[in-house]
């Protein structure tokens, strides 16, 4: 038996990416949400007038790149009945260009709006359930506030550490551990209803302590396991001429 640490296949904190006033909560602590579903929502007044302004600033760059195709049409007819030089005509079109520039910036404004406006809803990244929310409605959040955890417990990580010498007999008995798969015991002594299977192995030793972690994974379809519960691990060890 080996003492394990269980975590969630999937555990995100949830933060905002922008300032302003927690509007609205639409679901409660420990529920169940789906993937996309909305969570919580920052007003968004303010990332709206922002939007306006951006969509204003680039209708005032389009017009006045129409204005700048029409100043070139006129002197490229001056220019081809030498009234005017060559030099008012590399002006005219330098204007144009810097015409070009003001629109491309003006949607480049237009979509960081945009984005900033998206970021006032704050939906889940995946189907999980919602730990704690320390905030409530109405409260002053600024930009990278914690809003509440999500935790995928459909599977689940169980790791553990083993010494060298016990490295080398479940190395040497891994075929036997993959056929039998593995089990866990819960807090309360009682045996996880799934059976496992060793995924991964670290690269190295810890220098300080001679183990090696290990990751198994378990299936949890009922959810009965959460990030941050603790069992144990454990492993059959044949013995030969016992």
């Known amino acids: 038996e080996y003492a394990a640490d269980i975590h969630s296949l999937q555990n995100v904190e949830i933060r905002t990416k922008v300032k302003g006033h927690l509007e609205s909560i639409y679901v409660d602590e420990g529920s169940s949400v789906s993937a996309g579903q909305l969570l919580f929502n920052i007003n968004k007044e303010a990332f709206h007038l922002e939007l306006l302004k951006a969509q204003a600033n680039l209708k005032s760059a389009i017009a006045e790149l129409k204005i700048q195709q029409l100043e070139l049409e006129n002197v490229k007819k001056l220019y081809d009945k030498n009234i005017v030089s060559k030099t008012e005509l590399d002006k005219?079109?330098?204007l144009l260009?810097?015409?070009?520039?003001?629109?491309e910036e003006a949607k480049s404004e237009e979509q960081v709006a945009k984005l900033h406006l998206?970021?006032?809803e704050i939906r889940?990244?995946?189907?999980?359930?919602i730990d704690r929310i320390p905030f409530k409605k109405g409260s002053m959040i600024d930009?990278?506030?914690l809003l509440t955890?999500?935790?995928n417990n459909k599977e689940v990580f169980a790791y553990f550490n083993v010494s060298e010498k016990e490295y080398l007999n479940i190395r040497s008995q891994k075929a036997s551990i993959e056929k039998n798969k593995i089990t866990l015991l819960l807090a309360n002594n009682q045996p996880h209803q799934y059976k496992g299977?060793?995924?991964t192995i670290d690269g190295e030793f810890d220098k300080n302590t001679g183990n090696i972690a290990f990751r198994a994974k378990f299936a949890n379809p009922d959810i009965l396991l959460r990030h941050g519960s603790s069992g144990k691990v454990q492993l059959i060890n044949e013995l030969d001429k016992a």
């Open 92 to 94: 005219v079109n330098a």
């Open 97 to 103: 260009d810097a015409a070009n520039a003001k629109i």
């Open 118 to 120: 998206s970021y006032a």
């Open 124 to 129: 889940a990244p995946f189907a999980g359930i």
């Open 143 to 145: 930009e990278g506030s």
């Open 149 to 151: 955890t999500i935790s």
């Open 197 to 199: 299977t060793i995924e």
